[in-house]
């Protein structure tokens, strides 16, 4: 049930744009980003619920495809501070999976200046 | 964004001793909370679902009487690691929801360490 992310890291330099993607083998009733820094607990950054939304945070934006059961994170314009490491999480939409987030391996992703 | 605390954020005990980690919703009524372990460089694994006036729901590998939960209040739940030892070494992350909404909000995460 754990979804799947890719790429599992990815080096940027400031100001270059990264896609983090996020599948799932069942459907979905919602996907929720993360990001977590070393050391900390993970920070609520958006939720897409099924319908096929895109979202957007600053320059960090989301897309949910339904048919697919995907979801991918852009990040666009990359600052250091987006460097950590970003989850996905996924609620199953099904009556006894209410709340519940399965977790992706997260991306680890690395900004320099 | 909705404030979830947690308490205490690091606690080191001896391994036999028992460990209670409590989680509360500052400022917004929680009926469910979840609570995740998170071992160094991994994931998030959900443990469980914490209900108020209910009894907990736990996931599969999960011993119910070794991690047991409490949600007494609507703001309020507790997660006590019984007879702990080194192999509970975690990072302990509790999670609330508000009412009639979707998205979940993290506390800061206990790290519990056992000797």
């Known amino acids: 049930q754990q979804p799947v992310q890719s790429p599992q890291a990815v080096i940027l330099r400031e100001g270059e744009d990264a896609v983090i993607n996020c599948s799932s083998s069942k459907a979905l009733y919602s996907v929720h980003w993360y990001r977590q820094k070393h050391g900390e607990a993970p920070v609520f950054l958006m939720i897409?619920?099924?319908?096929?939304e895109q979202k957007g945070h600053e320059k960090i934006s989301a897309s949910f495809n339904e048919k697919k059961q995907q979801s991918s994170l852009y990040l666009t314009a990359s600052q250091l501070s987006y460097s950590g490491t970003y989850f996905c999480?996924?609620?199953?939409?099904?009556?006894?999976?209410?709340?519940?987030?399965?977790f992706g391996a997260g991306t680890q992703v690395v900004v320099t200046p | 964004g909705a404030v979830v605390s947690q308490h205490p954020s690091r606690v080191i005990c001896k391994s036999g001793t028992s460990v209670k980690i409590e989680c509360r919703s500052l400022?917004?009524?929680?009926?469910?909370m979840f609570w995740y372990r998170q071992f160094p460089k991994q994931s998030l694994m959900l443990m469980a679902t914490?209900?108020?006036?209910?009894?907990?729901?736990?996931e599969q590998g999960v011993e119910k009487d070794k991690f047991l939960i409490n949600h007494a209040s609507l703001t309020l739940s507790t997660l006590t690691v019984t007879s702990a030892h080194p192999e509970d070494s975690s990072f302990y992350i509790c999670?609330?929801?508000?009412?009639?909404?979707?998205?979940?909000?993290f506390g800061p995460g206990t790290r519990l360490t056992v000797l």
């Open positions: 400022d917004f009524q929680a009926t469910t």
């Open positions: 914490s209900n108020e006036g209910s009894k907990a729901t736990y």
């Open positions: 999480g996924t609620e199953l939409a099904q009556g006894d999976s209410w709340g519940k987030l399965q």
């Open positions: 897409l619920l099924k319908g096929g």
């Open positions: 999670s609330a929801r508000i009412q009639g909404a979707d998205t979940q909000y």
